[in-house]
């Protein structure tokens, strides 16, 4: 009964070949945000789509991009993927956007850099 | 630079002990303060939500607001080996964006 789902799971991509993660929502959630992990760090927001509107956090690297195509979908495109590119990917979803809105992760995708 | 700051342990105790983890915020406007558990390898999964001061019990777990404090902490009863995750605070930023802390790994020992 998986309410946010990502795939691939893992994800192991050449140094520098596009490659793209997908997250989808059984929730039907206006709000959907993509978090970088890495090793023993706090999970960072790359960015989030409340609804249509785009929102990028000012230091995301112009490397990762993403779309909505639809409330239900989101997807993150890494352009150029580098070595410092690996870490949890982990795609989240809230009701909306105010205060005390909580947020539901879906499983993650792992990605490698080779 | 809003901040989330937690002990990155591990913080051991023994079964059936309490488990305490704490968190501080810098971000006196913040209204929200959220507690996600994440085992190894996997995504964190949200377990208390607390906005008003005080004390929120749920089952086990007690989350604990001081907002003039700027202090969040998480109880665990009855500690059990499946509780041993890494406890992540997060607070909200505005926006329902969530900051994170960078976790405190909790380890309880049978």
């Known amino acids: 009964d998986a309410m946010v789902i990502q795939n691939p799971r893992y994800q192991v991509t050449q140094f520098g070949k596009p490659v793209t993660l997908s997250c989808s929502q059984t929730l039907n959630h206006n709000v959907m945000y993509w978090y970088q992990q890495k090793s023993s760090q706090a999970p960072k927001l790359l960015f989030h789509y409340y609804d249509k509107d785009f929102n990028n956090e000012a230091d995301t690297p112009d490397n990762f991009q993403s779309r909505r195509p639809n409330t239900s979908f989101c997807f993150l495109d890494i352009r150029s993927p580098g070595l410092g590119d690996a870490a949890m990917y982990l795609c989240?979803?809230?009701?909306?956007?105010?205060?005390?809105?909580?947020?539901?992760f879906g499983q993650g995708t792992r990605l490698t850099v080779v | 630079q809003k901040e989330v700051e937690q002990n990155s342990g591990p913080l051991s105790v023994p079964e059936g002990a309490i488990a305490s983890l704490n968190c501080t915020y810098s971000d006196r406007g913040s209204q929200s303060f959220f507690w996600y558990r994440q085992y190894s390898g996997k995504s964190p999964e949200l377990i208390m939500s607390?906005?008003?001061?005080g004390d929120k019990e749920d089952g086990r777990f007690t989350a604990q607001l001081n907002k003039a404090s700027q202090y969040v902490s998480l109880l665990i009863r009855d500690s059990q080996p499946s509780d041993s995750a890494t406890y992540l605070c997060?607070?909200?930023?505005?926006?329902?964006?969530?900051?994170f802390g960078k976790g405190t790994m909790l380890l309880v020992s049978p």
């Open positions: 997060a607070v909200n930023s505005g926006y329902s964006t969530l900051t």
């Open positions: 989240a979803t809230s009701r909306s956007r105010g205060e005390g809105t909580e947020a539901f």
């Open positions: 607390i906005y008003s001061n």
